[in-house]
């Protein structure tokens, strides 16, 4: 029986540019950290030789062919076609389906390390993962999306993600910030639910959509990179506050840069007024519902944050960075004993 784990993500600056429809001809770069909320399974070999996929429904057939779980399927047919039959069963620590937290991609990275593992890696390199999770997300299910989320599960820490031609470069702060980071942000960084319930209608995520503005507000994703990469530069001074201002900057890029996140949506007048309040705020996905990533200026504003939440019946969670990457852990063998 294996463990994986495959972290979410939040993005502070740059979402956009992580298109290489954009990177092939203009520099992207991408300032985000992995959560240290994360997207679990559990995972063995089917003693029936049926594949069972337990997520949102519960998928079983002799075949991987049968299995309507795209991510799943379209993963081993690529990467182990040869894989004997399973019994998956995932939870996520968070509500990760259209909620702009990168579950999709952490799902993916997760069955791409089970999949390696299987194979032979013992211990695949988050390149390795990453580029795996591209070929199945981007080239064998034909998303039209950027590799940010791909890259920050695989690798996992707070990280610059740098974009050009055809290279992904992964520049992580600091080691020896580690420690103050995590301390800084389990006090200042809080996650917001708003349910679908809370946020009127409207499509959430259309990447497609999301590419066409990108590219037609061009100049706005280039402020975006430009503040993702003094970010980076800031946080590695040991700036940490610099990321409550560069969170309040980059709402107003990505209200700039995406239509559904300059409507009047319930969830979109949510982030305004916690800006307003003086708490810097920034909707973690493309749309009118899922997470408010918030960074609070002062720790003590926490009681007003708390207060806030509390008056529009939301859920509120303390977060920080996960360190460790997508990873697969052996915790016993097919006969049960302990390894």
């Known amino acids: 029986m294996r463990l994986l784990s495959a972290p979410y993500r939040v993005s502070i600056s740059g979402g956009g540019s992580d298109f290489r429809e954009w990177f092939q001809h203009e520099q992207g770069a991408v300032f985000s950290f992995s959560t ?18 337990r997520y949102r429904q519960v998928d079983v057939s002799p075949t991987i062919g049968g299995i309507q779980h795209e991510i799943v399927k379209k993963s081993v047919e690529l990467l182990y076609p040869d894989c004997p ?40 390199h988050p390149e390795l993962v990453a580029h795996w999770g591209e070929r199945i997300e981007i080239e064998g299910l034909g998303r039209c999306m950027g590799l940010q989320e791909i890259y920050a599960s695989a690798y996992g820490g707070v990280n610059l ?15 020896r910030l580690r420690r103050g980071l995590t301390g800084y942000m389990n006090k200042h960084c809080f996650l917001v639910y708003v349910p679908e319930t809370t946020s009127g209608d409207g499509e959430f995520k259309c ?39 560069a969170l309040q ?24 007024h916690l800006n307003a309040e003086g708490m810097p705020a920034k909707l973690c996905g493309g749309g009118g519902k899922g997470f408010i990533f918030v960074c609070l200026r002062n720790k003590e504003d926490y009681t007003r944050l ?15 960075p996960r360190w460790d990457g997508t990873m697969t852990q052996l915790l016993s063998t097919s006969t049960g004993t302990a390894s």
């Not at 503005?213 to 990469?229: H, K, P, Y």
């Not at 806030?308 to 303390?318: D, E, K, R």
Request: aromatic residues 6%; charged residues 15%; proline residues 5%.
């Open 207 to 245: 990447y497609k959509s999301n590419l066409r503005q990108i590219e037609d507000r061009a100049d706005a994703t280039r402020r975006g990179v430009a503040l993702a990469i003094e970010t980076f530069q800031k946080v590695s001074q040991g700036e940490f506050d610099f990321m409550a201002e």
């Open 249 to 272: 900057e980059a709402w107003g890029i990505k209200k700039a840069n995406h239509d559904t996140c300059s409507s009047p949506s319930p969830t979109v007048q949510m982030v305004d």
């Open 161 to 175: 993600l740098m974009f050009e031609g055809e290279d992904v470069d992964v520049y992580p702060i600091p080691v």
């Open 36 to 53: 240290q909320q994360c997207i679990r399974a559990l995972a063995h070999v089917s003693l029936t030789n049926n594949w069972h996929v």
């Open 85 to 124: 039959p399973l019994e998956i069963s995932s939870h996520g620590e968070l509500p990760g389906h259209q909620t702009g937290m990168g579950a999709s991609s952490a799902f993916t990275t997760g069955m791409v390390s089970l999949l390696l593992h299987l194979s032979g890696h013992t211990d695949p």
């Open 306 to 320: 708390s207060s806030f939440c509390t008056a529009h019946s939301l859920v509120c969670v303390n977060t920080s």
